[in-house]
């Protein structure tokens, strides 16, 4: 059957038949009869995020979103709104999809966890043992205190344990579909960029640019996540990260400008950290980007399977912290927004340090030079799959390439 919609295009059967059997698999060996899998939107409309969720329903519901994902039983989701069943289910791979509210009583204040211990109990579970799924180990969300109060409370002999980090290990190696999709949005990522560079002039707005990378995503069948621009004049800066809202303030000749995009389809997106110039760009800032250029370069060759992260912490941090300036240079594993790892430059060290690289995991690798006090600096970075030579690059425009606008 050929997926409704483009918002949340489906995998094949065999893709999520083969999520459900690694799930499975792994439930049975740490003695789960069931998990309770939570989503909370990060950004309302047609990008719910919701990703955990997602990774086992193809789509997700605005807001709030739960799926009771039993050891052998069908999976249940249960939505916000009753009026928004049919859609959801036309454009799920899950078929058992209920309402947490209805037209009148859309589930808020921890009411959708009723139905959700309902069904907990319809499966018999109420002595069992049950993971509890979070949004996100990355954001530290994991249930609402009411749900978790509600949910608990009527199941008291049920054992309940949070899971969402155990969970997410299962998304880090990408199938060769998820990998398909990556390419992908990684084209489309490029192309949003290209054209956001090709339109940064004297007196545009960061706004501006915002606004048409937004435009040129929707017209690809896509969409933006994000769309940080930022400008500083590089006589005086004042920044070493773009604005998560743009700006109104127009851009000027002689200004640095930075950017955070990232754009796809389905949940899974490409990712440019980029930095370009309004006319040549100072000495100290040509400085800045080869430093930024050189680590992420050395980053990209030592990134392999079982390496462990701590084992780059010079990469990380000596290119930049030779040449006297703050090394923030990060590596956090992107495909479907932030997760495992999460590696940032801390003094003289790195965080994560016990991470181990795995083959066929999507990383974001991240040369970030900065002043002490963070008013200066650049960086560059791009989407990249972990392979047996090294971190291949999913991303074609040339980041690492001064751009200057004359």
């Given at each position: 059957?050929?997926?409704?919609?483009?918002?949340?295009?489906?995998?094949?059967?065999?893709?999520?038949?083969?999520?459900?059997?690694?799930?499975?698999?792994?439930?049975?060996?740490?003695?789960?009869?069931?998990?309770?899998?939570?989503?909370?939107?990060?950004?309302?409309?047609?990008?719910?995020?919701?990703?955990?969720?997602?990774?086992?329903?193809?789509?997700?519901?605005?807001?709030?979103?739960?799926?009771?994902?039993?050891?052998?039983?069908?999976?249940?989701?249960?939505?916000?709104?009753?009026?928004?069943?049919?859609?959801?289910?036309?454009?799920?791979?899950?078929?058992?999809?209920?309402?947490?509210?209805?037209?009148?009583?859309?589930?808020?204040?921890?009411?959708?966890?009723?139905?959700?211990?309902?069904?907990?109990?319809?499966?018999?579970l109420e002595k069992k043992k049950i993971g509890i799924v979070g949004d996100t180990g990355w954001l530290n969300i994991n249930l609402?205190?009411?749900?978790?109060?509600?949910?608990t409370g009527a199941l008291p002999e049920a054992e309940f344990e949070v899971v969402t980090r155990w969970y997410e290990h299962f998304?880090?190696?990408?199938?060769?579909?998820?990998?398909?999709?990556?390419?992908?949005?990684?084209?489309?990522?490029?192309?949003?960029?290209?054209?956001?560079?090709?339109?940064?002039?004297?007196?545009?707005?960061?706004?501006?640019?915002?606004?048409?990378?937004?435009?040129?995503?929707?017209?690809?069948?896509?969409?933006?996540?994000?769309?940080?621009?930022?400008?500083?004049?590089?006589?005086?800066?004042?920044?070493?990260?773009?604005?998560?809202?743009?700006?109104?303030?127009?851009?000027?000749?002689?200004?640095?400008?930075?950017?955070?995009?990232?754009?796809?389809?389905?949940?899974?997106?490409?990712?440019?950290?980029?930095?370009?110039?309004?006319?040549?760009?100072?000495?100290?800032?040509?400085?800045?980007?080869?430093l930024g250029v050189k680590t992420s370069h050395d980053l990209h060759a030592a990134i392999k399977p079982g390496v462990r992260v701590?084992?780059?912490?010079?990469?990380?941090?000596?290119?930049?912290?030779?040449?006297?300036?703050?090394?923030?240079?990060?590596?956090?594993?992107?495909?479907?927004?932030?997760?495992?790892?999460?590696?940032?430059?801390?003094?003289?060290?790195?965080?994560?340090?016990?991470?181990?690289?795995?083959?066929?995991?999507?990383?974001?690798?991240?040369?970030?030079?900065?002043?002490?006090?963070?008013?200066?600096?650049?960086?560059?970075?791009?989407?990249?799959?972990?392979?047996?030579?090294?971190?291949?690059?999913?991303?074609?425009?040339?980041?690492?390439?001064?751009?200057?606008?004359?």
């Amino acid at each position: 059957m050929e997926c409704p919609n483009y918002f949340w295009p489906w995998f094949s059967e065999e893709e999520y038949e083969r999520r459900y059997a690694n799930i499975r698999k792994g439930m049975e060996e740490k003695g789960l009869d069931c998990l309770l899998v939570y989503g909370v939107s990060r950004g309302m409309g047609m990008e719910p995020g919701q990703t955990n969720l997602v990774y086992l329903t193809s789509v997700a519901s605005w807001s709030q979103t739960y799926l009771v994902f039993p050891l052998h039983e069908a999976p249940t989701m249960f939505i916000m709104s009753a009026n928004q069943v049919k859609n959801i289910r036309d454009n799920g791979v899950v078929k058992d999809v209920r309402p947490g509210g209805s037209f009148t009583r859309t589930g808020g204040l921890g009411e959708s966890a009723g139905p959700v211990a309902a069904r907990l109990k319809e499966l018999g579970l109420e002595k069992k043992k049950i993971g509890i799924v979070g949004d996100t180990g990355w954001l530290n969300i994991n249930l609402p205190h009411e749900a978790h109060v509600l949910i608990t409370g009527a199941l008291p002999e049920a054992e309940f344990e949070v899971v969402t980090r155990w969970y997410e290990h299962f998304r880090l190696v990408k199938s060769e579909e998820e990998i398909a999709r990556m390419r992908q949005s990684a084209a489309i990522t490029d192309a949003v960029y290209e054209v956001m560079v090709d339109a940064a002039r004297p007196g545009v707005r960061p706004c501006d640019l915002y606004n048409l990378m937004g435009r040129t995503a929707l017209g690809m069948d896509a969409r933006l996540t994000l769309g940080h621009v930022g400008r500083t004049p590089m006589s005086n800066p004042d920044m070493d990260y773009p604005h998560y809202y743009p700006l109104t303030t127009p851009i000027e000749m002689g200004d640095v400008v930075m950017t955070e995009v990232a754009a796809g389809v389905g949940g899974y997106y490409g990712k440019i950290w980029g930095t370009f110039f309004m006319g040549d760009p100072t000495p100290e800032y040509e400085k800045l980007f080869n430093l930024g250029v050189k680590t992420s370069h050395d980053l990209h060759a030592a990134i392999k399977p079982g390496v462990r992260v701590g084992e780059l912490t010079s990469l990380c941090l000596d290119t930049i912290q030779n040449a006297g300036y703050k090394a923030k240079t990060s590596i956090t594993g992107w495909s479907t927004w932030n997760e495992p790892p999460d590696v940032r430059g801390a003094g003289d060290s790195v965080t994560d340090p016990d991470f181990v690289f795995q083959k066929n995991t999507c990383l974001s690798v991240t040369g970030w030079p900065s002043t002490e006090d963070e008013s200066m600096g650049i960086w560059l970075g791009d989407v990249c799959l972990v392979t047996d030579g090294g971190a291949e690059n999913f991303h074609k425009y040339p980041i690492r390439e001064i751009h200057v606008v004359n």
